[in-house]
């Protein structure tokens, strides 16, 4: 068996970047930056007035100080001209400053009759100025790769940048397979469950920003499984879910070989996952085959799915990030498979479930941690630090 790492090594050795789009700035979000984008304007494009009052020279600017009213300048209308001495324009925020102008005090720091101002109060000592470029110059670049969020969004209509280059987003095809599986609301017989696997990785995927499909269940026959693997023509990256063990109804490995999968490994020295495939499909589709047990299922896809994701988003490839956290409690030894062990993590500490076992989505879904425990870890007493992986 290989190990995490080397897993993930051959997984990012298959996973190649997608193709890039041209969207509109406002299906930006989510996407990822594929090339570099830049500023076409300066922000501010002039020295702005930050607060609503009165533009006047700075020097000038002494408690009790009188000055002659001698313009307005509002946004989007400046005033024209230069303040001198003794002078000042009323300006509201995000006015063009005068020339000549050099600090704005408030206005509730001022007492005005007719067209003279008096300073009153404490005028503190900022300036109310926003530089030109104080946020951007034309020519600023912001760089690519780089997951857009709605900041980004905002940074670049400011920029004036309406359409963006972004990646593909991955087509990846979801198919469940198991006899005993059914959609969620359908009404399973005696000896069924429903498929819940699937519907998390969809989840998971969504967040990702990649697009998947979700394909009707395959039963435990080459059949069914060969037509749903026809129906995920077309995919990117195809996720089978089961069927990846050495039972006799486990034959996902079998129908993908039949169909031309190229296996790049099988079997993965992790807990839960072990039974974690991965290949090329003949169509050139990538092709990832999880463990059935929904919590193995569910940490492969936060181990593996979702970095190989982010390398076909055109993200750098990286293994899922991790912090550091002590451990509330003595841990005991483990065994010689790396162990994502569902955990809690409350300030610095972390505190493992009592109960591991990979059918429990319960548990799962309470985590907030993975704590990775490496291949053949001794016992720890409570306060060493430990990796986790955030959820
Ligand atoms: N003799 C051995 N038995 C098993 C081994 C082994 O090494 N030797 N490995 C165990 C491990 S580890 C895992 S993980 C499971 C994985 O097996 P499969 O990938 O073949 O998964 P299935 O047998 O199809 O299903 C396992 C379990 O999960 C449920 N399941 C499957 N798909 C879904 C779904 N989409 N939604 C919800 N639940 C699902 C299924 O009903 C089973 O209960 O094998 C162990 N056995
Ligand atoms: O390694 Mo399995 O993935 O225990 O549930």
Known sequence: MISVPEALDLLFALAKPLGHDIVPLRAANGRVLANDVTATRTQPPFAASAMDGYAVIKEEAVPDATFKVIGESAAGHGWRGDVRSGEAV????????????????????????SNEITLTGDIGSGDNIRAAGGDFKAGDVIKAPRRIGPADVALMASMNIAEVPVMRRPDVALISTGDELVMPGE?????????????????????????????????DTPASLEMCF??????????????????????????????????????????????????????????????????????????????????????PPAPAPRRRARLAADMPAGGPREHYLRAKVDGDEITPFNRQDSALLGVLAEANALLVQPPNSPALPAGTHVDYIPL
């Open 230 to 315: 026809d129906l995920a023509k077309g995919a990117d990256l195809v996720v089978t879910v089961g069927g990846a063990s050495v039972g006799d109804h486990d034959i996902v490995g079998t129908v993908a070989a039949s169909l031309g999968m190229e296996q790049s490994f099988y079997k993965v020295a992790m807990r839960p996952g072990k039974p974690l495939m991965a290949g090329r499909m003949a169509d050139g589709a990538l092709m990832l085959g999880l463990p059935g047990n929904p919590v193995s299922a569910m940490v492969c896809g936060t181990v593996f799915l979702a970095p190989m994701v982010r390398v076909m988003m055109g993200l």
């Open 187 to 219: 009404t399973p017989g005696p000896d069924q469950i429903i498929a819940s696997n699937t519907f998390g990785l969809y989840a998971m995927l969504q967040d990702l920003g990649a697009m998947p499909r979700l394909l009707p269940i395959a039963q």
């Open 90 to 113: 009323r300006i509201f925020t995000g006015a063009p400053v005068p020339e000549g102008a050099t600090r704005v005090i408030l206005q509730e720091d001022v007492m005005r009759i």
